[in-house]
């Protein structure tokens, strides 16, 4: 049984992801915008989805999303409010009681949710008393910013502390490189640490290729926030899409992402989705007719990742495809075989591509009996590594001349020293070194022996210590 999902937002871009996320579930679950819907006679035994692990619902047929929105001004929650009368849990919510933004500052942000935490700690427990089979959480947030980083951080740290058996996943939004925020760099390079050490699995996402992508999709010039993330939330509801709509396999998180995730440090994930059909989106005609062949082999196209590909050759560790509508099976094994043979594998990696065949939403109508296929792919390769390598020497550039630092002297532990950029800076090197390292064949082999060496392989009689001299004698 696929257990329960709470959503965090954070944050003005993780609020706006958010709802256009919350937006795409109600659609897909027949539920309407103040969170009644017209099934609610239909007998649960008879509905094809699954409601429970993102919606709680009452006798009266009304749908409440598990849902927590945290940020330090008011303005994009009041719109989320706004645009959805009667859907969202007002109890669900927490403002900073200054109610003005971090100022970009990842210091201001942590240290608002430093001072804040046992009450946002406090609304989460709150939440988690509806559920009965509680999986783990998504956070949604940018890196770059002051409340989805810095808030967003101590955010992930209270999470592992309190709910260390919970999986705890990220979709997180990286810069583009025309950004005008100076302390970016900062931001992200202590964002990055967070999800090294806190998070179980991040999907990563980067304004350019959003950027790029949105700019073919919706074909006008000016594309806002509202058009870019209906991209975003085409890809999370995609993700969990055997998990509302059940199937045999990958019906929970753990299932779904520990076939893409080898070893705990390998857990930055990339994207890509093919069509962005209207199902997904608005204002768009590409519902043409396609074939499971067709999209898998779109998938592994660099034009449609929602994150930049500089990397040519890139070495994959493992992929998770879901698609969606009427799959032939020979279309699925036609498609593994050619995308087995272009791209290439880790030597270690022996079962590295995972189809789930997904089902459509009987509520969108308007497609319910249209021949096209929809899908979506995540793939833990090394062609992350440049992201990660480009935010490491944005950062070395500016905290090489201690340029734009004001803003963190004032806030622990930045007035006393420099010791938490330069550690975090070195854990992300680590990540680094750690993808290049496992596109080599005895990668794995390297894991193992440091395992056993960790467990204590001794002669229990044999100890010593650093002088040579035998301990128990």
């Given at each position: 049984m696929a257990g329960e999902i709470v959503t965090l937002q954070v944050g003005q871009c993780g609020n706006q992801i958010g709802q256009q996320f919350w937006s795409q579930l109600t659609k897909e679950h027949g539920i309407d915008r103040?969170?009644?819907?017209?099934?609610?006679?239909?007998?649960?035994?008879?509905?094809?989805?699954?409601?429970?692990?993102?919606?709680?619902?009452?006798?009266?047929?009304?749908?409440?999303?598990?849902?927590?929105?945290?940020?330090?001004?008011?303005k994009v929650i009041n719109d989320v409010f706004n645009n959805f009368q009667g859907l969202f849990d007002q109890r669900n919510v927490w403002v900073s009681q200054e109610r003005y933004g971090a100022g970009n500052s990842w210091a201001k942000g942590y240290d608002e949710g430093r001072r804040n935490m046992e009450y946002i700690l406090?609304?989460?427990?709150?939440?988690?008393?509806?559920?009965?089979?509680?999986?783990g959480f998504q956070l949604l947030h940018s890196v770059a910013g002051g409340t989805g980083s810095g808030l967003g951080s101590n955010l992930l740290e209270a999470l592992q502390e309190r709910y260390p058996k919970s999986f705890l996943t990220t979709y997180s939004i990286f810069p583009s490189n025309e950004s005008e925020v100076v302390v970016q760099p900062y931001n992200t390079i202590l964002t990055l640490r967070r999800l090294v050490e806190e998070s179980d699995a991040s999907i990563v996402f980067d304004n350019n290729a959003i950027s790029n992508l949105s700019s073919r999709i919706f074909k006008k010039s000016n594309v806002g926030y509202s058009d870019s993330n209906q991209l975003i939330a085409a890809v999370m509801s995609s993700v969990t899409n055997s998990i509302r709509f059940p199937s045999y396999m990958y019906s929970s998180l753990q299932s779904i992402f520990c076939t893409l995730i080898p070893t705990p440090d390998l857990h930055f994930l990339t994207p890509s989705f093919t069509p962005f059909s209207s199902d997904?989106?608005?204002?768009?005609?590409?519902?043409?007719?396609?074939?499971?062949?067709?999209?898998i082999l779109d998938l592994i196209d660099s034009t449609t990742s929602l994150t930049t590909q500089t990397e040519k050759n890139p070495v994959y560790f493992n992929t998770f495809c879901t698609l969606i509508g009427s799959i032939d099976n020979n279309d699925i094994?036609?498609?593994?075989?050619?995308?087995?043979?272009?791209?290439?594998?880790?030597?270690?990696?022996?079962?590295?591509?995972?189809?789930?065949?997904?089902?459509?939403?009987?509520?969108?109508?308007?497609?319910?009996?249209?021949?096209?296929?929809?899908?979506?792919m995540l793939s833990n390769n090394s062609g992350i590594v440049p992201l990660l390598t480009n935010s490491c020497e944005t950062f070395d550039k500016i905290f090489a001349k201690r340029a734009f630092l004001n803003a963190f002297r004032?806030?622990?532990?930045?007035?006393?020293?420099?010791?938490?950029?330069?550690?975090?800076?070195?854990?992300?090197?680590?990540?680094?070194?750690?993808y290049t390292a496992a596109e080599e064949k005895d990668y794995l082999d390297d894991i193992l022996i440091d395992e056993e060496n960790m467990a204590g392989n001794l002669d229990p009689y044999?100890?010593?210590?650093?002088?040579?001299?035998?301990?128990?004698?």
């Open positions: 103040d969170g009644y819907t017209q099934f609610f006679n239909i007998q649960s035994s008879f509905r094809d989805d699954n409601t429970d692990p993102f919606f709680k619902d009452n006798d009266n047929g009304r749908y409440t999303p598990r849902a927590i929105m945290l940020d330090l001004e008011p406090n609304i989460i427990d709150k939440e988690l008393e509806s559920t009965d089979n509680f999986e997904y989106i608005t204002h768009t005609s590409d519902d043409r007719h396609n074939t499971a062949y067709d999209v094994l036609r498609g593994i075989n050619k995308i087995q043979h272009r791209l290439q594998f880790a030597p270690w990696s022996v079962t590295s591509i995972h189809v789930n065949m997904g089902r459509r939403s009987p509520y969108l109508t308007s497609q319910k009996d249209s021949n096209y296929i929809n899908g979506m004032e806030v622990e532990p930045f007035n006393r020293d420099d010791l938490e950029f330069t550690d975090s800076r070195s854990i992300v090197q680590n990540v680094i070194d750690e044999n100890q010593v210590d650093a002088d040579g001299d035998n301990i128990l004698n």
